[in-house]
């Protein structure tokens, strides 16, 4: 096994590990960055990015996320293929103890700061159908794509609070929206399944499951079916939200980092601390509230200011301890 050490090593690549890149990179940490199995990261399978302040008239998301990395790079980022497999944090991290991370299970990086960008992943039903036609009608983002849907008829399957709150957004800009309920009652809290119900154009399905996504080159229809009759029917809806629940990339640090019962990662109030010192996290990977490129790109920000601030302490609690 290969082996070096940096000063900052940043894990998982898309808006919040870039944004975290160009800043470290700025400030002299010299980052090393493995972009993990996606890299740009969910960004890479959404077409016009419309919301994020500063493209008047949107943008490719995998332009943007190249864009980023150029950036990155430009400022001297090492930006690499690969993907951690491991890591060993260090209770009392120093230069004795760093943090350890394999890559590719055989490469062995120690980092005096580490930054946690690993994103989520969306939850598939996995149906074929669906998957050939994510990004032409199938979207696991309202806020995102929801916008393209002005005006037509459009379905949600879920019945969590995400649920719930995307067929709410997506009920005031569209003209129906069929909430795919696969139960006879809704996950969703109390007051989002009355914000629901209220709604003049949202109709919910209850007993429903999705069979098969129909269209060519873009949504026409789906194909559902009611789980207990098992009686199928075509729904005539242009776009389909998937909001089944996201699932955090944080399997690989859950014996170090605490983290809530859905595996994201719990970082200090107004920061990205977790509870390792020179570990920070930011993103996807700690936020199941916001989930946008622009907020991940805010806590990427942040994250390598609090790597900067934390390396800065540490040179300079370990230089009075030399004299
Ligand atoms: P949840 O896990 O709460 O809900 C997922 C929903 O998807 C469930 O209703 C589930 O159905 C349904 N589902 C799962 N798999 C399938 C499938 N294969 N086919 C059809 N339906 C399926 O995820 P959320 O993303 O909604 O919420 C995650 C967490 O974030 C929750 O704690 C939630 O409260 C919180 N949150 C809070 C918000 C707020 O406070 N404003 C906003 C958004 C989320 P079933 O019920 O039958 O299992």
């Known amino acids: 096994m290969t082996s070096e050490h940096v000063k900052c090593l940043i894990i998982g690549s898309g808006p919040a590990g870039y944004t975290a890149a160009i800043y470290a990179s700025r400030a002299n940490m010299n980052p090393v960055m493995y972009q993990g199995p996606q890299p740009g990261g969910q960004l890479t399978i959404t077409n016009d990015v419309e919301n994020f302040p500063g493209y008047p008239d949107g943008v490719n998301g995998p332009q943007m996320m190249q864009d980023l990395e150029n950036q ?132 919910i399905l209850y007993n429903t499951e999705t069979a098969e996504v129909l269209g060519d080159d873009e949504v026409s229809g789906l194909r559902i079916r009611n789980t207990i009759t098992g009686e199928e029917s075509v729904l005539g809806v242009t776009g389909f939200f998937v909001a089944i629940g996201h699932k955090p990339n944080t399997d690989i640090f859950r014996d170090y980092l605490d983290m809530d019962e859905n595996g994201y990662i719990l970082t200090e109030k107004g920061s990205t601390r977790t509870n390792i010192p020179g570990v920070f996290a930011c993103g996807d990977a700690q936020d199941n509230v916001y989930r946008q490129a622009i907020t991940a790109a805010g806590t990427g920000c942040m994250a390598a200011l609090d790597a900067e601030r934390y390396l800065v302490t540490v040179e300079m609690q370990e230089q009075q301890l030399v004299h």
């Open 72 to 203: 990155a790079r430009r400022f001297g980022s090492d930006i690499r293929y690969g993907m951690v497999t491991a890591v060993e944090f260090s209770d009392h991290p120093g230069r004795d103890r760093p943090h350890r991370a394999i890559v590719d299970d055989s490469h062995e990086i120690t980092a005096d700061s580490i930054i946690i960008s690993t994103g989520a992943s969306a939850k598939w039903l996995g149906l074929p159908s669906e998957m050939r036609l994510n990004g032409r009608g199938v979207s696991a983002c309202a806020v995102c794509d929801g916008f393209f849907f002005r005006g037509q008829d459009v379905a949600i399957v879920g019945a969590g609070d995400t649920a719930a709150e995307e067929a709410s957004y997506l009920a005031n800009l569209c003209r129906k929206v069929y909430m795919l309920v696969r139960r006879d009652e809704m996950r969703a809290s109390k007051f989002m399944q009355q914000r629901v119900k209220s709604a003049h154009n949202i109709e």
